[in-house]
Nanobody, 123 residues
Framework: QVQLVESGGGLVQAGGSLRLSCAASGSIRVITSMAWYRQAPGKQRDLVAIISSLDSINYGDSVRGRFTISRDNAKNTVYLQTDSLKPEDTAVYYC?????????????????WGQGTQVTVSS
């Protein structure tokens, strides 16, 4: 299986920045996409940003121009640089990684989620 470990959340004032990280580990053969989602209390989980294996990038409308997603393929790690943070960015941020991994003599698909990291932006 593939495990994800997130880090980098915290409390920041409006206008500040945070850098979130998510590292994938396990018998990974290839990663096809890495993404960040967020979920505020009482709301659905929404896509924040996604980067594919070909470095195609998409952002949610509310974060475009303020957040930047990037990846380090050698470390199987995805980052989310969050700038110009607003109180409405407050949420639990989850990373999601898809790809395939070795399982004995087989190759299997995986779709893994991180444990979530809290981002709180004060006004």
């Amino acid at each position: 299986q593939v495990q994800l470990v997130e880090s980098g959340g915290g409390l920041v004032q409006a206008g500040g920045s945070l850098r979130l990280s998510c590292a994938a580990s396990g018998s990974i053969r290839v990663i096809t996409s890495m993404a960040w989602y967020r979920q505020a209390p009482g709301k659905q989980r929404d896509l924040v940003a996604i980067i594919s294996s070909l470095d195609s990038i998409n952002y949610g409308d509310s974060v475009r121009g303020r957040f930047t997603i990037s990846r380090d393929n050698a470390k199987n790690t995805v980052y989310l640089q969050t700038d110009s943070l607003k109180p409405e960015d407050t949420a639990v941020y989850y990373c999601n990684v898809k790809g395939n991994y070795y399982s004995g003599s087989y190759v299997r698909l995986f779709d893994s989620w991180g444990q979530g990291t809290q981002v709180t932006v004060s006004s």
